[in-house]
């Protein structure tokens, strides 16, 4: 059975309204009436309607302005313009504005009949040729993929982005993520407020309550100004709060309160404050094992996770790869002035034949490295073990961090024998020291680097005795 069209009649008398409503009593439709323009916004937040039939004369705001506000915001709906003085500019107007059809009064309830069907239809049409679309599409805005492990959260996404509800996004480092939280949003009705992201990791425990919710003067030490948080930044928007695995447990119990009331204070205020916040949070640990172990608080996690994605990894998408590292070829030659086309047949098979532990970070990553590092038109063999000889500490760092060893027979592995085996945690700091040298002591270019959260440097340095510089 179809599912009824809705559709908004917007008019605000209530003897002409009573009249529409007469002429549609037979259609099989599911007919809403409101008054005026700012219930129509209101109601547009939640719902988006098949059909609006709008008068243009209202009580606390012109029709065109509404439909002006449909086409900026891209609703998929059809909207019937009714009014009493039809002109030419009215007319262009509201075409170049995207009306489906105008009617001037007085008109038959056969005419507004005609209009409104062939108006479901139209929709109709287009919301079959748009999921055909979905269902072909190799791109979604900062993803690149075709495989049905990513289409897949293409389609949930769509689902999900107009909700209101809360959205918990897991997978390992690389798969995308934030990509995923940014989509979201871009596809969410709160698409023209802010999109603010917080790196729960990426600051020492004493400062992530300050950057969370921000501080007023004389707070702390070198609180100079009152300064505000991601929560007010990101009031009317999203609140992106990454890596919420690292966050410590005694902020857990704020943010929980946070969560549940929209409602905070400033460090150092004693007045509340109340934003009104979409929140994705995304981790890359097993935050079962995290509630289990009493790191991450049982209650958050479900306030959090009224709907949850779980990102695929680069090795269970296929040909996605192949995709992937031909855009980022493309890109990055463009980027380096480098001639680059394409992929040997060689290279296309031991790129799909390796595991990729740092799944998309680390292709992108490798073919940066391969452009910077090589001439040619095609890459081949040659340039790809040439490349891993030569950054073979490098890469065996990265791989470190990961704490995982893929043991495939690709070109990629590097074979190591059992004398040059090292302790595992004295490659690892040898790396992350190198990682901070390089970087200039910036911990966050530093964590990026080498695939993990800050704030995993700074307790390695306090494990350690020694002091960050």
Known sequence: MNKKATVLLIEDDLVVSETYKAYLSNEPINLVHVTNGTDVLEYCKHTIPEVLILDLMLPDMNGMDILKRIKQRQLNCAVIIITGQKSANITDEA????????????FEAS???FILRNAIRQHDLYDKLNSYQKT???TYHDFIGASNEIRTIYQIIDTIATAKASIFIEGESGTGKELCAVAIHKESLRKDKPFIALNCGAFPKDLIESELFGHVKGAFTGAINNRDGAATSADGGTLFLDEIGEMDITLQTILLRFVQTSKFRRLGSDKEEKVDIRFICATNRDIKAEIKAGRFRKDLYYRLNIINLKMPTLRQRGDDILLIAKHFLSYYAKDENKSF?????????????????????ELQNLIHRIVVMNNGK???????????????????????TDNNFPTSNSALNIPLSLDAIRPLKVVEKEAIIQAMKLTKGNVTEAAKRLGVAPLTIYRKYESWGEKLR
């Open 341 to 361: 086309q394409g992929l040997t047949p060689e290279v296309e098979q031991q790129l799909l034949d390796y595991h990729w532990p740092g799944n998309v970070r």
């Open 95 to 106: 075409m170049r504005y995207g009306a489906f059809n105008l009617l001037e009064k007085p």
């Open 378 to 400: 095609t890459v081949t063999v040659k340039m790809l073990s040439t490349l891993i000889n030569k950054s073979e500490t490098q890469f065996e760092e990265e791989r470190v």
């Open 111 to 113: 005419q507004l009949l």
């Open 136 to 138: 072909q599409r190799n």
